[in-house]
């Protein structure tokens, strides 16, 4: 039984609390609607269930005796299946619930994992789309396909938030009619928040809240009695009648006069299931807690099925998921597989036409005794202007790269938390490590990078015989487009939506060439201010310093007014900015902002 007793939430010091003293209990095998006019605490109700309201709480949360807060819960206890879209609409319905399965259940194997997916399509009636894409499914097929990929784990706590709205009424009765089956079939609390009250008759109780309280618990043939209404419809324009605290206050003075008949409501038929051992593939009754045929002990997860005891996943099996799974989304994309071959090919291309020629050689002053001072003039002046020409060009070509690998770079992680935020708060909260998930996201990005930048570094040397050692050359080019990366992965993490982080990390870019000094010296006072978080100086000034020893360095050096720092300190800066863009991006993972 889930009981909850004198549950408060409260956002700040001051203002309305977002639930005030709800108190209620829901037994094992219910199908509960929680139902409410607009802003009254539906889904926060159930956010704080689920452990994941933002605020301060009060009250306590108790399952089977055991409270929410000092227990060890397991993620898989508690299943919740919001109103958004969770799933990638790249993947296929099949590939959704695997993925799911591989994050949440350990030790299955391969052939019952496989088992385990045919079976929850086949429970949720999306066996015949297993093979569509996600993106093809209409709202009441992702629905389903969110219900399947939450049964994974058989929790006994099933929270839905609006699953059924904006649904047209066939879909919304077949989704109703579903999650009664689900409770009952896996004698499980299902609890679902809605708007809709044509279906009441289906469930076992309703919970209507009104302005934070709890204004009826019970079952749903006495609703119309309670709230002196003719039909569940006029139950709504009943509620302004009375202040909240009056309709808190009557529901505590009549709530036991209400139980009786909501508690011969539930009845959960036993039936013979057949189960199979995990071990010797032995099919075994559903009243055998040990197979005959080994001896080991047959779990099972309330509806008659062998699921796994292991827990959740370890971090290295979710990275290989996380992995397996982000790859096959990109080459699956084809708008980004279009979009990163025209910046790896585009963008060293159009720094190349500056230089395709090569850097033009510099002519040596006549310093004979045979030449006259007007000639000696002369030729100084025209080597002045070589150089002059020469050292920006070479200065340009570099910090055209950098700065092209910084836009790179914010193109590769700006959107890559935040546009699939509300997917890694779901899987979060089933159990999926952020340490997992970041590496995973430091492993796809570094593969990025490293094509990105040592295309565009071998490109550019090659093509405008460009001096230098290419090694450290490639070094820098390539830690430039990692620190921008990580800086921008932790502006995603921090963002609420993919639009903002994207625009925030273009802003980002579009400081490093005017503040680098790169192109104009910046007063001395701005430089040491803003110097150390522009990556692109230290890339700029590093791969420089891969020209000492070449004619070339000593030309841009005459033409470039902005000190130039040792290479190993642009290295040790730059690797800087990497580990802390990674380290934000792991705390902006950590919180919560399921919305």
């Not at 219900?147 to 649904?167: H, K, Q, W, Y």
């Not at 796994?308 to 990275?319: K, L, Y």
Request: net charge negative.
């Amino acid at each position: 039984m889930l009981s909850l007793e004198g549950i408060s939430l409260r956002i700040g010091d001051s203002g309305q609390p977002l639930l005030s003293d709800v108190s209620a209990s829901f037994s094992q095998g219910e199908f509960v609607a929680v139902i409410g006019p607009s802003g009254c605490g539906k889904s926060t109700l159930l956010k704080v269930i689920a452990g994941i309201a933002a605020g301060e709480e009060e009250g306590a949360i108790r399952w089977d005796g055991r409270d929410f807060s000092e227990e060890d819960f397991k993620p898989s206890e508690i299943g919740y299946v919001p109103q958004f879209s969770i799933a990638h609409e790249e993947l296929t319905v099949e590939e959704c619930v695997e993925y799911s399965a591989r994050l949440r259940v350990a030790e299955l194997s391969s052939e019952e994992r496989e088992s385990l997916v045919t079976r929850l399509l086949a429970e949720v009636g999306m066996a015949e789309f297993s093979e569509r894409r996600v993106k093809v499914l209409s709202g009441g097929q992702k629905r389903r396909l969110a219900l399947a990929m939450e049964l994974v784990s058989s929790p006994p706590i099933l929270l839905c938030d609006e699953v059924t709205s904006g649904l047209d009424p066939q879909s919304e009765e077949e989704i109703v009619t579903l999650l009664r089956r689900v409770a009952r079939d896996g004698n499980r609390l299902v609890i679902s928040v809605t708007h809709s009250l044509k279906n009441l008759s289906d469930y076992d109780a309703v919970a209507v809240l009104y302005r934070g309280v709890l204004a009826y618990a019970g079952a749903p043939s006495h609703l119309s009695h309670y709230f002196r209404v003719e039909g569940p419809e006029l139950v709504y324009p009943r509620l302004p009648d009375r202040e909240p605290s009056e309709w808190q206050a009557s529901w505590k003075k009549h709530a036991d006069a209400f139980q009786q008949g909501r508690e011969a409501r539930v009845v959960i038929e036993p039936t013979s299931r057949v189960r199979t051992c995990p071990e010797c593939r032995a099919e075994c009754p559903d009243e055998v807690k040990f197979c005959k045929v080994c001896g080991c002990k047959v779990p099972d997860d309330g509806a008659g099925n062998a699921v796994s005891e292991g827990g959740t996943p370890g971090v290295i099996s979710q990275f290989i998921t996380l992995t397996e799974r982000r790859l096959k989304i990109f080459f699956r994309s084809h708008s980004q597989l279009w979009l990163q071959a025209g910046l790896v090919f585009g963008f060293p291309a159009i720094v190349s036409i500056f230089g395709w020629k090569g850097l033009p050689q510099i002519r040596n002053l006549s310093m004979g005794l045979d030449v006259n001072v007007l000639q000696q003039q002369s030729e100084a002046l025209d080597f002045l202007k070589q150089a002059s020409s020469v050292g920006s060009l070479v200065s340009g070509i570099i910090m055209f790269e950098v700065v092209l690998l910084t836009l790179m770079g914010a193109n590769n992680s700006g959107r890559e938390i935040a546009g699939e935020r509300q997917i890694f708060e779901k899987e979060k909260l089933a159990g999926l490590g952020t340490g997992a998930y970041l590496l995973s996201k430091i492993l796809f990005l570094g593969l990025l990078c490293a094509v990105q930048s040592l295309w565009m570094g071998f490109f550019i040397h090659h093509t405008c015989s460009f001096p230098g050692e290419l090694a450290p050359q490639l070094l820098f080019l390539f830690l430039v487009n990692a620190a921008m990366t990580s800086v921008c992965l932790a502006i995603s993490s921090y963002m609420g939506t993919a639009e903002q982080a994207s625009l925030a990390s273009i802003y980002l870019v579009g400081f490093q060439l005017p503040l680098s000094g790169a192109v104009l010296a910046l007063p001395q006072w701005l430089g040491t201010i803003t110097r150390p978080f522009i990556a692109a100086y230290w890339s700029w000034s590093g791969m420089l310093q891969t020209l000492r020893g070449e004619r070339y360095y000593d030309i841009a050096a005459m033409v470039i007014q902005t000190t130039l720092s040792a290479g190993d300190l642009c290295l040790m800066v730059l690797l800087v900015h990497i580990v802390a863009g990674l380290l934000l991006a792991y705390q902006g993972c950590q919180r919560t902002r399921m919305e």
